[in-house]
């Protein structure tokens, strides 16, 4: 993770593991000091990472978060720093929420003055470590399950704003159903940041194929790009591109 140590990076991962991690714990675990680790995790507060109370610490995200975060973690970093590379500099992007979506801000370190507008937290640390990045999180109703603001002020925000490309994930793709989720809050967020740009690029892993979510987004016909990993079917990606749908591979 850009903007954190990899020693930060494990004291994540065990926090996020459920089990408690007290600071003489990590220090034993991780082989360096108890000072040490108090520093981390000082640093880890101050960007929002972990939440610190009473002697004790806990990772910033909700527990459906950090088990989704956490599956099919090679090809989601393949797939965002893919998509990233559609970005230059000066652009201006929207970014929806998803574990996929908020790494690509990951890979935008060395691009200038790029306009980001987003509705995901997950994205909130690598912007604090970009300068190159100007970042705008439309208001709304927090939804921890998706680490995400959501509703009708978010809508509001969202349709202010106009972009050359928005960035978006799903929960299911089928070429019958579409793109589909599992909340109409995140469906509608998707829907309108897509309307509001002149490329709209699906980033999806292909464990997501074949999945059918509780609320239709769109057909894929409104798809211009996705970006996939090498596990995406061949006879799906023939289908997409006879629509006119680019199919990237991450590699």
Do not use: W
């Not at 991690?21 to 960007?47: E, F, M, N, Q």
């Not at 003055?113 to 604090?128: A, I």
């Not at 809508?155 to 106009?162: F, G, P, V």
Request: charged share 20%.
């Amino acid at each position: 993770m850009v903007g954190i140590s990899s020693r930060e990076e494990q004291i994540l991962e065990l926090l996020r593991s459920g089990e408690e991690y007290p600071v003489t714990r990590l220090s034993k675990v991780l082989g360096v000091s108890a000072v040490t680790i108090r520093g981390d995790l000082r640093d880890l507060d101050a960007k929002g990472l972990v939440v610190r109370s009473h002697g004790s610490v806990v990772a910033a995200s909700c527990p459906q978060s950090s088990l989704r975060d956490a599956s099919h973690t090679q090809e989601k970093e393949l797939i965002a720093k893919a998509a990233a590379s559609l970005v230059g500099d000066g652009d201006c992007i929207m970014i929806t929420n998803g574990s996929t979506c908020s790494l690509i801000a990951r890979y935008l370190f060395g691009l200038k003055n790029v306009k980001v507008v987003t509705n995901s937290t997950l994205l909130l640390p690598y912007g604090r470590a970009n300068t190159g990045l100007d970042i705008t999180i439309v208001g709304g109703e927090y939804r921890s399950q998706a680490e995400a603001l959501v509703g009708p002020a978010a809508i509001a925000q969202i349709e202010a704003y106009h972009v050359s490309i928005t960035f978006f994930g799903t929960d299911g793709i089928t070429m019958e159903h579409g793109l589909t989720t599992a909340l109409i809050e995140n469906a509608q967020v998707v829907q309108r940041m897509c309307s509001q740009a002149t490329r709209r690029v699906l980033c999806v892993d292909s464990s997501k194929v074949g999945n059918r979510g509780f609320v239709r987004i769109m057909p894929v016909t409104e798809i211009d790009t996705i970006v996939t990993d090498s596990g995406f079917p061949k006879d799906l990606t023939r289908e997409l591109e006879e629509l006119g749908v680019e199919v990237i591979i991450a590699q």
